[in-house]
């Protein structure tokens, strides 16, 4: 979900906006095998996705091998075979809108709390913003719903949760064929912030695995930047009940800081009950 805002050197001392990706963390990686071309340009365009940065890293997966992949909007990891199935099937639909397919419906959502001895083992403000973050989506009651287990075994699991050394932020990415996306990274840098910051990001990321987009999509005012994602032509249809306009505390928007509890507000409630 989330980047940095782009005064990076602001001191954190002045409650900077922080992200939900790990912009300085992404490991760039010899991009002969894979290439940002037009045609890649165009079909990200086609799923309203922001094509202003992006960036070829290399990834590591729940296996612990390594892949190259694409870096959309700061914290979306799209692989080359991902990003050819992609597809809108009929546009979007929300205000905080999507790209791709939903999860299909109604299910139960495994996730699984990386624990252990590793540097993979979410810390104890992770597992706590974890927790918090699950509980709020299952208090809606959507038609998903998540079961979470803290556990060094990902065995069954729809999404796995692990930590990973770099700056404050996590990274997540679309789901496809009707299943979420298998796993959140969240960064070292979130050990130092309030179980409500850690509730935030976690919650967030879990919202691109499940579908999400930026709510801010026409702005990126979060961010304190003016710059529109663009809806590619495919329009961005408004959700009766949900302001059109900017939405300062939505769990979607593309930058937060360091006060965000980690709640849904009114509008996002709205939004999720509308697509779950």
């Not at 409650?15 to 760039?28: G, Q, R, T």
């Not at 890293?57 to 990891?77: K, R, Y």
């Not at 679309?174 to 179980?195: E, I």
Request: glycine share 10%; net charge negative; with cysteine.
């Amino acid at each position: 979900m989330k980047k940095i805002k782009s005064i990076l050197t602001v001191s954190l001392m002045a409650l900077i906006v922080l992200s939900c990706n790990k912009e300085d963390e992404a490991v760039p990686t010899n991009q002969e095998s894979l290439k940002v071309t037009p045609e890649v340009l165009s079909k990200m365009k086609s799923l309203s996705l922001n094509t202003s940065d992006v960036q070829v890293i290399q990834n590591t997966t729940l296996e612990g091998t390594t892949e190259d992949a694409f870096l959309v909007e700061g914290d979306i990891v799209i692989t080359k075979d991902q990003l050819d199935k992609m597809d809108l099937h009929g546009g979007i639909t929300t205000e905080q809108y999507r790209t791709t397919n939903l999860v299909s419906a109604p299910r139960t959502i495994r996730v699984v709390g990386l624990t252990g001895t590793g540097s993979s083992a979410l810390s104890t403000n992770m597992r706590n913003g974890l927790q918090a973050a699950i509980n709020r989506y299952n208090n809606l009651g959507l038609s998903i719903n998540f079961t979470l287990t803290f556990s060094s075994s990902t065995s069954g699991a729809n999404i796995v949760v692990r930590r990973q050394n770099g700056s404050a932020g996590g990274v997540a990415g679309f789901p496809s064929g009707g299943n979420p996306y298998n796993s959140v990274t969240l960064y070292s840098g979130l050990d130092s912030y309030s179980t409500n910051v850690n509730a935030h990001v976690a919650a967030h990321e879990i919202g691109h695995c499940i579908g999400l987009r930026h709510t801010d999509w026409f702005s990126r005012q979060s961010c304190g930047q003016n710059s529109n994602e663009g809806t590619a032509g495919v329009g961005a249809i408004h959700i009766p009940g949900t302001p059109s306009g900017y939405d300062s505390t939505s769990y979607m928007l593309a930058c937060f800081n360091s006060s965000v509890t980690g709640a849904f507000n009114a509008n996002d409630v709205t939004a999720l009950n509308y697509l779950y």
